[in-house]
């Protein structure tokens, strides 16, 4: 059977690698390798929408963004729609130094879907996942803050592609997205 296409803009080889396997029953991704404006804003479903409309209406064709980042609660919600910028800079070994001697460490990771055809207005699904930053890091799988993320004290950098689709916050934004979408076009 023909599956629909789905048109990922994105550099991010770990968010492609998910969304893949995500959604492998039921599309095609095509990956567009490309940046794309992002506004500096604290929502990132602003920031998803954002740049949803604006790869739509540039490239002319539908296409999802995905926007996400990861919320400490003892550091007030930072990195956060920085997350990117401080993964560049700060790092890993960043975050644990500014998490050394804390004892909450609950965080949060979000992750926005922005999804938009040429000339509409952009939709956005969103997905939270809640942990807890560890001390040190571990494993070796994964991507950007996922060696110092741990879910139910599982780290998830020794988890797999699959176990983490099963209960990350990009899971819970793109499976919404799936679904939205395939009702649309059923
Ligand atoms: P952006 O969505 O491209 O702005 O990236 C947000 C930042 O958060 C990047 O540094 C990503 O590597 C990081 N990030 C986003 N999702 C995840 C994840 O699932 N695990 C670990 N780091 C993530």
């Keep these: 059977m023909l599956r629909p296409i789905i048109c990922f803009v994105t550099t991010n080889a770990g968010k492609l690698r998910e969304a893949k396997d995500l959604f492998k029953e039921h599309f095609e991704v095509e990956q567009v390798d490309t940046t794309y404006p992002e506004l500096q804003e604290d929502d990132l479903s602003k920031i998803a929408a954002y740049g949803a409309r604006y790869c739509a209406d540039a490239l002319n064709k539908e296409v999802i963004v995905e926007d996400s980042g990861l919320f400490i609660d003892a550091l007030k919600g ?74 139910r004290k599982y780290p998830v950098g020794e988890m797999t592609v699959e176990q983490k689709n099963e209960v990350s916050h990009r899971r819970r934004s793109m499976i919404q997205f799936r679904d939205w979408y395939l009702s649309k076009i059923k």
Excluded: H
């Excluded at 040429?118 to 560890?134: C, S, Y």
């Design 78 to 151: 930072f990195p956060g729609p920085y997350s990117a910028f401080v993964q560049k800079t700060l790092g890993n070994k960043g975050i644990l130094k500014l998490m050394e001697g804390v004892e909450g460490r609950r965080a949060e990771f979000r992750s926005v879907v922005g999804y938009c055809a040429p000339g509409q207005e952009p939709v956005t699904f969103t997905g939270i996942w809640w942990g807890d930053i560890l001390t040190e890091e571990t494993g070796r799988n994964g991507f950007g803050y996922d060696p110092i993320f741990s879910y």
